[in-house]
């Protein structure tokens, strides 16, 4: 049983436009999200989080939000460069691990 | 460079030999955790340590699997018998215990093992 899905496998989006990452989970009781970023061959990298106090965090071109009710979060990435061309994963910080997503690569179209 | 390492980065074994991965973390954290990842899926957690002390193991850590974190720094990761279904990424992270509400985790670039 997945606890956290990511149900897009990829995203195709042009370079300057929004680019929006999905991520749902079912456990209400999860109070804090995180979004990694993966280039191939390298680990993954933190991106942004949000705590489940909050509908919405921002950090530069980067916003993730929070719906509790539907226990979904989204990240939105705006401007879409081609350097954020990666795999986006969702996770949920679960006290010493994170729980994973299975990603969402993202291609920018120049 | 003052990042996590992991050592090797690629391995291929025969099915049934043991094979052992080490990992590096960043100097001043305290904390540090091993992950699987098979292709398509995320990473799944097996494993982690606060200091040298193993604090929690994954179901997936069968008994082939050992890990350990001597003193605190460095860890390795074993595994015996290899099966094929072992092929994965091994990735390994750190993180320094703050007392906050999140302590972000710093991943390596991981081993992939392959079992032929």
């Known amino acids: 049983d997945q606890q956290v899905k990511q149900n897009s496998p990829s995203l195709s989006v042009q370079e300057g436009r929004i680019s929006i990452l999905n991520c749902d989970y079912t456990n209400s009781m999860f109070d804090y999200f995180l979004w990694y970023k993966k280039y191939p061959a390298e680990g993954p990298t933190f991106l942004i989080s949000i705590s489940s106090i909050k509908d919405k965090n921002e950090d530069g071109r980067f916003t993730v939000f929070l719906n509790k009710s539907a226990k979904h979060l989204s990240l939105h990435i705006v401007p879409s460069q081609p350097g954020d061309s990666a795999v986006y994963f969702c996770?949920?910080?679960?006290?010493?691990?994170?729980?994973w997503g299975a990603g969402t690569k993202l291609i920018i179209k120049p | 460079d003052t990042g996590v390492s992991q050592n090797p980065r690629h391995k291929i074994t025969k099915r049934g030999q043991n094979v052992t991965f080490r990992c590096d973390p960043i100097s001043e954290h305290n904390r540090l955790y091993w992950y699987r990842q098979t292709l398509g899926q995320g990473p799944e957690f097996l494993t982690y340590?606060?200091?040298?002390?193993?604090?929690?193991k994954s179901r997936l850590l069968s008994d082939r699997f050992s890990a350990e974190r001597p003193k605190g720094s460095f860890s390795t990761l074993e595994i015996q018998r290899t099966e094929q279904g072992d092929s994965a990424m091994y990735l390994c992270?750190?993180?320094?215990?703050?007392?906050?509400?999140?302590?972000?985790?710093?991943f390596g670039p991981g081993t992939r093992l392959t079992v032929l």
């Open positions: 340590f606060q200091n040298e002390a193993q604090l929690e």
């Open positions: 996770a949920v910080d679960s006290n010493y691990q994170l729980i």
């Open positions: 992270a750190s993180s320094r215990m703050t007392g906050g509400l999140f302590n972000e985790q710093f």
